[in-house]
């Protein structure tokens, strides 16, 4: 049972490890939409692909961390107006009781 347990918590902190490397932001310069598209027209050699590949994983990671962000306050949004009433019962309950 020891063992089962070392091994489940070993390969949480080995996904947590590889989530969090994958996560940090590269250093990518920053380039217009019309730089881009002309550097992808022009693109001929390894280093120019290279070029635009590091600035499109840059674009990724920086989106994926502005949902994963987003995410969070969602749900955690979701938790607070969990045990909120919803205007429409509330209103049901308030027409019954006048009556």
């Known amino acids: 049972m020891k063992v089962i347990l070392k091994a489940t918590f070993l390969t949480a902190l080995l996904a947590a490890s590889v989530i969090l490397v994958h996560s940090e ?48 306050e969602w749900v955690a949004e979701a938790r607070i107006q969990q045990g909120w009433p919803t205007e429409v019962p509330q209103a049901c309950r308030l027409f019954k009781e006048s009556i």
């Open 25 to 72: 932001p590269t250093n990518a310069p920053e380039y217009s939409k019309a730089q881009i598209n002309q550097m992808a027209h022009q693109a001929r050699t390894t280093q120019q692909y290279r070029t635009l590949a590091d600035y499109f994983r840059g674009q990724l990671q920086k989106f994926d961390q502005g949902a994963r962000s987003e995410k969070q």
